[in-house]
């Protein structure tokens, strides 16, 4: 069952987003506070996050900052700022989603159950014969079944949405996506930060794969594709 931590310091919102998710069926808990969700997410290990920017101790942002990419579970943020920058700065940080407040109800248990259904992907890849769920493309070795990436033989730690955007670019070398296109199968809906979300996270992949990273190419005008690095 997919368990989700909501994290608002105003009790209100906190247990009414947090009463809608327990209709759908999920494990939910609360916090309070940004140090609150830091030890709730090491107790509770949710899935998913629904996060506050605006809060006492630590915002959102710092509870970002903080995590380490092992522990991170997928991000949804709640802001009253509707600003560009401030969105880009949560997608920057590591966070999967955007929402600004006010907000309905439908809408954040459509974002929560779209990121929840990125979690159980290593469930549907078990079901898979054992290399059907392993992707080599140059130096990268892609395990579906346990979320797993290695560069040149070394671990790397993403994003849940930064491994959903390189598993679809590595299982399909020299396929052309749109950044459109990848909004929609990576984020699963249409996401409010716009295509600007799709370059945020290319950026942030193509830094950590190092050596490796022209193994994302740009095709000027279109989107992202992956490609063999000649050895």
């Not at 709730?40 to 506050?52: C, I, N, Q, Y």
């Not at 130096?139 to 491994?163: A, C, Y």
Request: net charge negative; hydrophobic share 40%; proline share 4%.
């Amino acid at each position: 069952m997919t368990k989700v931590l909501v994290v608002d310091d105003e009790i209100s919102i906190s247990s009414a987003v947090a009463y809608a998710l327990r209709r759908e069926g999920y494990t939910v808990e609360t916090a309070g506070d940004g140090q609150e969700a830091l030890e709730r997410v090491e107790s509770f290990d949710p899935d998913v996050m629904v996060l506050d920017v605006m809060m006492p101790k630590l915002s959102g942002y710092d509870v970002c900052r903080k995590l380490e990419e092992r522990q991170r579970p997928a991000i949804l943020l709640l802001t009253v700022k509707d600003d560009i920058v401030d969105k880009v700065l949560g997608l920057e940080l590591g966070a999967d989603d955007y929402m600004t407040k006010p907000f309905d109800m439908r809408e954040i248990i459509a974002r929560v159950k779209a990121l929840s259904r990125r979690s159980r992907t290593p469930e549907a890849a078990g079901k898979q014969a054992p290399e059907q769920h392993v992707i080599r493309i140059s130096g990268l070795t892609m395990n579906l079944l346990n979320r797993t990436i290695h560069v040149e033989g070394k671990p790397l730690e993403l994003t849940p949405k930064e491994f959903d955007l390189m598993a679809l670019l590595a299982r399909n070398p020299e396929r052309v996506y749109s950044r459109e296109a990848l909004l929609e199968q990576v984020w699963d809906m249409d996401f409010a930060g716009g295509t600007r979300t799709v370059d945020i996270h290319v950026q942030r992949l193509r830094k950590k794969l190092g050596n490796q990273h022209d193994v994302i190419q740009t095709v000027y005008g279109i989107g992202y594709k992956s490609t063999e690095i000649p050895s």
